[in-house]
């Protein structure tokens, strides 16, 4: 083997890199552009596992709930193919007033207004009835007539809404609209359920853990509350050499009498002996 730093022949390393420059570049320029073009149906799975990694971040981060449904609407648009904008409607059970609580482009606040004022459209079916919703724009036109005339100059193809269940009082939708002609598939509707489902899941978690902490907090004032009631007791058995059943019936009455919870009477007959021993002194 010739040694090329003792006078070997002359270093090719440049040559070689730039060859394989050149193949690499020649083999690019055969595959297909990634730009995605409207209404194209084909998955990249680097952009759609890209997507969920990012929400799924969001979601571990614990984030604030309008933090939660931007990235929900932002990354959906991204996972999706054919999504060129994404939203998502709230509103309360009993009301007629839905919101556009987040969006990825502004104009979806123009789309869902014009179903808000028609009181129809994709967004309200999926929300109110709980089910997917999946149309192009000729049968968005036949079904809700009033909304597809009032939405026709922004050029949306392709309808997908999927009902998003955030609480007892709140009815959603996550909507995804498209240009392109093609629609959305089967598998856009998987994908689409998945996100939402990552949102609900977070939510009730959420919500449970608050609640769970609730729980705690409520308990320990309990055995607070109980813990100063024997208290109560025992000095009234004292003082009044009476049974266990008897001061606490003892301490009944008087609330009773005063119109105070027995708690709060315990508390105040506790803090007068301590009062009383603290002024005394030992």
């Known amino acids: 083997m010739t040694d090329r730093a003792s006078g070997g022949p002359p270093d090719n390393s440049a040559a070689e890199r730039a ?11 055969a595959l297909p552009r990634r730009a995605r073009v409207p209404g ?16 799924r971040g969001i979601l571990l981060e614990h984030s604030r709930f309008e933090t939660l449904l931007q990235g929900l609407c932002e990354q959906a648009v991204v996972a999706i193919p054919g ?25 979806v606040v123009d789309i869902d207004a014009d179903q808000y004022r028609a009181d129809e459209g994709p967004c309200l079916e ?33 309808y997908l809404s999927a009902p998003l269940a955030v609480d007892s009082e709140h009815a959603g ?15 856009d509707e998987v994908v689409v359920k998945m996100f939402v489902t990552s949102v609900e899941a977070a939510v009730w978690n959420s919500r449970h853990a608050a609640e769970a902490k609730q729980e705690v907090v409520g308990l320990r004032e309990a055995m607070a509350t109980r813990a100063t009631i024997e208290q109560a007791k025992g000095i009234i058995m004292a003082a009044r050499r009476i049974g ?7 301490l009944v009455q008087q609330s009773q009498r005063e119109n105070a919870r027995v708690a709060v009477l315990a508390a105040r007959v506790v803090d007068s002996v301590v009062g009383r021993q603290d002024a005394e002194g030992p």
């Not at 999504?83 to 104009?107: K, Q």
């Not at 266990?244 to 003892?250: E, G, L, M, S």
Request: hydrophobic share 50%; glycine share 6%.
């Open 126 to 158: 999926a929300a109110r009835h709980d089910r997917m919703v999946c149309l192009r724009v000729d049968e968005v036109a036949t079904r809700w007539p009033t909304f597809a005339a009032a939405a026709s100059d922004i050029g949306v193809q392709s």
């Open 83 to 107: 999504a060129d904008m994404a939203g998502v409607t709230l509103l309360h059970h009993d009301s007629e007033n839905p919101a556009t609580a987040a969006c990825s482009d502004a104009r």
């Open 244 to 250: 266990p059943d008897a001061a606490f019936a003892a």
């Open 19 to 29: 060859a394989a420059t050149a193949f690499d570049e020649q083999i690019a320029a």
């Open 40 to 55: 194209e149906g084909t998955y990249f799975a680097e952009d759609t596992f890209e997507a969920l990694d990012i929400f």
């Open 173 to 187: 939708s996550l909507n995804i609209y498209g240009f392109g002609a093609g629609g959305f598939n089967d598998i």
